[in-house]
């Protein structure tokens, strides 16, 4: 019933910025948060930020003060602000969606790559 679609990965260099978005479509009156998560090669997928339809967000602390994540006005589209990116934040970054009954709904991916 929900599909979510990531964007805005790339190439960057350490130090740099990036900005992922995430739509969702379909019954999105039903979601109440949407996440990011990444994972690397090798590694298991890592929970990053939540926000709720209230605007309440939550983080890992690993990542707490460099990335920040934000929603539009209509509650379809998640953004995920990274700043000072480093090598090690390479990954695949993939966005998720909970729905009333507890329902996830997971995008494609999206790929972040920091190098010099």
């Known amino acids: 019933q929900v599909q979510v679609v990531e964007s805005g990965g790339g190439s960057v260099q350490p130090g740099g910025s990036l900005r992922l978005s995430c739509a969702a479509s379909g019954s999105i009156d039903n979601i109440v948060a949407m996440s990011w998560y990444r994972q690397a090669p090798g590694k298991e997928r890592t929970f990053l930020a939540l926000i709720q339809g209230d605007g309440k967000t939550g983080y890992n602390g690993s990542v707490k003060g460099r990335f920040t994540i934000s929603m539009n006005l209509d509650k379809d589209t998640v953004y995920l602000q990274m700043d000072n990116l480093k090598p090690e934040d390479t990954a695949v970054y993939y966005c998720?969606?909970?729905?009333?009954?507890?329902?996830?709904?997971w995008g494609q991916g999206t790929q972040v790559t920091v190098s010099s």
């Open positions: 998720n969606a909970r729905d009333k009954r507890v329902n996830y709904y």
